[in-house]
């Protein structure tokens, strides 16, 4: 049964870099699916960040396409998102998940980490 | 603002059957992309309860289904249980600027 954990700093000052790590454990990233970053902000529903694939093709939120980075290590079993100039709408509970597909649903899902952007 | 619209919240008594709508477009539900359903305690992970429009994964009971029609979708839940009451949230696939994948804003059940 796969399962997903975030990790990453749970305070980022504003300006700065928001950084979080999804570890997968129980199935290969590098077999199908895509791997995606969902948040949800404080009263707020879900927003999709992005997703990528094994190969590392990756697809973006327009919204946010200039201030993300998603990465992938099969390696490692992991993937990875890099949020820039962080302001505190970007204060959120963020989880990460496997996707069907890049226009698919999201079958699992990690239990989220919140990040708030305060100085 | 959401480009799926769901009601803020709806309610049912235990037992009831109660209806959750998600309302796209032209560019997202009207066409050949189908729609998801999730079921979210806050604090925990969102759960998928239904695929592909209308089908159930494995260990979701059969209270819950879901259909799709024009440019809408909505999910039904019959036989409502306290252990129901939680967030709901819709998404699908939107086709207009390079493509991206949408939440509903989410609807909160609350069981009387």
């Known amino acids: 049964q796969v399962q997903l954990q975030e990790s990453g700093p749970g305070l980022v000052k504003p300006s700065e870099t928001l950084s979080l790590t999804c570890v997968v454990s129980g199935y290969p990233i590098s077999i199908g699916y895509y791997w995606g970053w969902i948040r949800q902000t404080p009263g707020k529903g879900l927003e999709w960040i992005g997703s990528i694939f094994q190969s590392g093709n990756v697809y973006y939120n327009p919204s946010l396409r200039s201030r993300v980075a998603i990465s992938i290590d099969t390696s490692m079993n992991q993937f990875s998102l890099k949020v820039t100039s962080v302001t505190a709408a970007d204060t959120a509970v963020y989880y990460c998940?496997?996707?069907?597909?890049?226009?698919?649903?999201?079958?699992?899902w990690g239990q989220g980490a919140l990040v708030t952007v305060s100085s | 603002q959401s480009v799926l619209t769901q009601p803020p919240s709806v309610s049912g008594a235990p037992g009831q059957r109660v209806t959750i709508s998600c309302t796209g477009s032209?560019?997202?539900?009207?066409?050949?992309?189908?729609v998801s359903w999730y079921q979210h305690l806050p604090g925990t992970a969102p759960k998928l309860l239904i695929y592909d429009n209308d089908n159930r994964p494995s260990g979701v009971p059969d209270r819950f289904s879901a259909s799709k029609s024009g440019t809408s979708a909505s999910l039904a839940i019959t036989g409502l249980q306290a252990e129901d009451e939680a967030y709901y949230y819709c998404q699908s696939y939107d086709n207009s600027l390079s493509g991206y994948v949408i939440f509903g804003g989410g609807t909160k059940l609350t069981v009387l």
């Open positions: 998940a496997r996707q069907f597909g890049y226009v698919k649903h999201f079958d699992s």
């Open positions: 032209s560019s997202n539900i009207g066409t050949v992309f189908d």
